[in-house]
């Protein structure tokens, strides 16, 4: 009964990211900010000075290597990442990454301990080494200030964050049209879609002042 459950909602994800996902092309986005792009998914490095950071880090070593050739940073050059949440699509590409400092909710951490479950009996896989983050903890790297700000709904423990209050990270919270309209993210695979209503609400006003929205899969929001 469970796998006829499975293949559903896989088969569902499929033809959902097929016709709606449209995550941007690799590139600079400006001075300090660039864009990769790991098949369905994008994941974002924020490179000032002799800091590398990363926003989630793709869905696969390979992908995410050859990602990061595209604009000439290697692996062992990341300092940090930040992880919006756990699923499998932001920390495939986790283990390249031997230098960096690894942070997350402390809400997320139950899914990474395997302390509790993705969905039914499926499991995220397990991160070693990282630091937990309270919600609007602010983490200072040179000059960069990054703010995290808990958005539970898709995971118990999904994050956004804000960096230097100009850039917003938002991961599978939220989902963009075409057209840039703000939508919650897919209610099959959010743990608790109401809550992920919830937390696109009471983000809004970071949302509008803000001067990206860099979303996993939809791309990204200017500020007009």
């Known amino acids: 009964m469970y796998s006829y459950i499975v293949l559903g909602i896989a088969i569902i994800i499929l033809i959902y990211i097929a016709v709606h996902f449209h995550p941007v092309k690799t590139q600079r986005i400006d001075d300090n900010l660039y864009v990769v792009q790991c098949m369905f998914v994008n994941f974002y490095v924020y490179k000032i000075n002799d800091n590398i950071i990363l926003f989630d880090c793709g869905m696969n070593k390979l992908l995410v290597k050859n990602g990061l050739k595209k604009i000439n940073i290697s692996p062992d050059e990341i300092t940090d990442i930040?992880?919006?949440?756990?699923?499998?699509?932001?920390?495939?590409?986790?283990?390249?990454?031997?230098?960096?400092?690894?942070?997350?909710?402390?809400?997320?951490?139950?899914?990474?301990?395997?302390?509790?479950?993705?969905?039914?009996?499926?499991?995220?896989?397990?991160?070693?080494?990282?630091?937990?983050?309270?919600?609007?903890?602010?983490?200072?790297?040179?000059?960069?200030?990054i703010k995290i700000i808990e958005t539970p709904g898709h995971t118990d423990g999904s994050a956004s964050y804000l960096i230097n209050g100009n850039y917003l990270v938002t991961g599978d919270l939220l989902y963009l049209t075409r057209n840039k309209n703000i939508k919650p993210f897919i209610f099959v695979i959010n743990m608790s879609h109401s809550q992920d209503k919830e937390s696109i609400k009471k983000l809004h006003n970071v949302i509008e002042n803000a001067e990206y929205v860099l979303t996993g899969h939809s791309g990204i929001k200017r500020k007009k």
Do not use: C, W
């Not at 809400?107 to 509790?116: F, Q």
């Not at 993705?118 to 000059?143: D, H, V």
């Open 82 to 145: 930040f992880l919006t949440h756990s699923d499998y699509d932001h920390t495939g590409g986790i283990d390249l990454f031997k230098n960096a400092k690894v942070y997350i909710s402390e809400k997320e951490e139950p899914l990474i301990t395997n302390k509790k479950a993705r969905r039914m009996f499926m499991y995220n896989n397990q991160i070693n080494n990282y630091k937990t983050l309270k919600n609007e903890e602010t983490i200072i790297i040179g000059n960069t200030n």
